[in-house]
């Protein structure tokens, strides 16, 4: 495990978190985070994810994950965010840890949203881009307009 930065030394935004922003899926916002229960507790992927994003190596992943998640999750969440109550679609965090075959090993998000939830599937069936190390986690920042 990776030592933990502060993320107040740092407001340099994910690379993921930054395009699909462009692409107007995504904006930065603080959201308070919910674990699911017997899984990574959501603070502790979210830090893994936010130092991962970080590196080097982690910056690199992050462009070439862009370019594979964009085609699948703008319409998952536009599905999802029309069948949602309406005070359901407010904005989530998705966080992967993607194993070394690129197979997501767990994926938990903050908050547990019914738009989160309906995606959930979405995220759980893709394989992503192979990883610089095993279990990596990437953070994916969903943002309702």
Do not use: H
Request: aromatic share 6%; with cysteine; net charge positive.
């Amino acid at each position: 495990m990776r030592p933990a930065r502060s993320q107040a030394t740092d407001p340099v935004p994910s690379l993921v978190g930054s395009i699909l922003r462009r692409a107007g899926l995504l904006t930065l916002a603080a959201i308070p985070f919910v674990a699911t229960a017997g899984a990574t507790g959501v603070e502790v992927a979210r830090t893994e994810a936010e130092n991962n994003a970080k590196s080097p190596a982690g910056k690199r992943y992050e462009g070439t994950l862009i370019g594979k998640i964009d085609e699948w999750l703008r319409p998952a969440v536009e599905k999802c965010a029309r069948e949602a109550p309406a005070e359901e679609r407010i904005s989530f965090d998705a966080l992967v840890r993607v194993g070394e075959d690129g197979r997501p090993e767990e994926v938990v998000f903050g908050p547990e949203t019914a738009v989160a939830k309906c995606v959930a599937p979405t995220f759980q069936d893709r394989t992503y881009p192979r990883p610089p190390e095993p279990s990596w986690w990437v953070k994916v920042q969903v943002r309702m307009k």
